[in-house]
């Protein structure tokens, strides 16, 4: 919840770009590995984090750690602001929302180790097409 007029306009900060949204868009009806997130979304790794790193700041996400792997998920309901509850409602009805959770359930269909893979494959092969 905003305690002051700063905590305010960071939450409307994090929220103001379409990516970091649609993450949070992403994560309403569960966690999700950071490598199913840029899967889904089909953007590059950083980006994902970056934006999640935004979320975090806003006190709109949390973050567990399994192994390698890094999970996020919305804060609980009890514990978010009504800013957070009314932006999810109505991003529920957005286009690129409901097409981000259709593509979601197809990502969670696949194994967490294979959509990593993938993703890591994509962040190597950016790095050496930018050394070229």
């Known amino acids: ?4 007029l700063r905590t305010l306009v960071e939450q409307l900060k994090a929220v103001s ?9 992403l994560l309403v009806p569960g966690e999700l590995c950071v490598c199913q997130v840029a899967e889904v ?3 590059p790794q950083s980006s994902v ?13 949390v973050e567990r750690k399994e192994g390698r792997w890094v999970f996020v998920s919305v804060v609980p309901k009890k514990t978010s602001s009504p800013l ?3 932006l999810l409602a109505e991003a529920e009805t957005l286009p690129e929302v409901l097409q981000d959770r ?3 359930k197809e990502v969670k269909d696949m194994s ?3 959509v990593c893979s ?4 994509a962040v190597i092969s950016n790095r050496e097409a930018a050394r070229v």
């Open 17 to 25: 770009h379409p990516l970091r949204l649609r993450v949070l868009a």
């Open 84 to 86: 957070l509850k009314g």
């Open 112 to 114: 967490i180790l294979t």
């Open 102 to 104: 259709v593509r979601a």
């Open 41 to 43: 979304l089909q953007v």
């Open 1 to 4: 919840m905003a305690h002051d």
């Open 49 to 61: 984090s970056e934006a999640l790193r935004e979320l975090r700041r806003a006190g709109f996400v």
């Open 118 to 121: 993938k993703v890591q494959k």
